[in-house]
């Protein structure tokens, strides 16, 4: 039997288009711009039993991270100043960080592992993470945990 308390995190683009009508309907409720779940659900184009059946298995990362501790790992080049452009973006997002640690660079690849705790309310884990993945010399970014 399946452990109904495990959690993934999946990029959007794994996800089927029904559980991102569902993350829409919950958004658009959220906003009170709609009266009724039918109505929400008839506006993006489910059933309102599609909706029922997954609205409390699946909300945005972001939603689930705002004053919470996350662990990154990071595959980055061996680069002068390429630590200090992932610092950056942490440092934008308002963020405190807990632990860091840089291993020895082989082959010209060095691995970062970060905590970081958001505070900022309006901080989306999401973001941090895609900032990161854009500086040139990162190679991934994985969440390795959040609490």
Not at 56 to 71: L, N
Not at 74 to 98: Q, T, Y
């Amino acid at each position: 039997m399946e452990d109904a308390a495990s959690y993934y995190v999946v990029k959007k683009r794994a996800l089927p288009e029904v559980l991102l009508k569902v993350v829409e309907v919950n958004r658009l409720l959220g906003t009170q711009k709609v009266l009724s779940v039918q109505e929400a659900a008839e506006r993006v184009g489910i059933s309102r039993s599609s909706y029922y059946k997954y609205k409390d298995d699946i909300f945005p990362f972001h939603d689930s991270t705002q004053g919470k501790t996350i662990t990154l790992a990071c595959r980055m080049d061996d680069e002068p100043g390429l630590l200090s452009d992932v610092l950056k973006v942490v440092a934008d997002f308002h963020a405190n960080i807990l632990t860091i640690h840089q291993t020895i660079p082989i082959n010209g690849i060095a691995s970062l592992s970060l905590s970081i705790q958001l505070l900022d309310a309006g901080s989306d884990a999401s973001g941090l993470v895609s900032g990161i993945e854009q500086i040139s010399g990162v190679h991934n970014v994985k969440v390795l945990g959040m609490e």
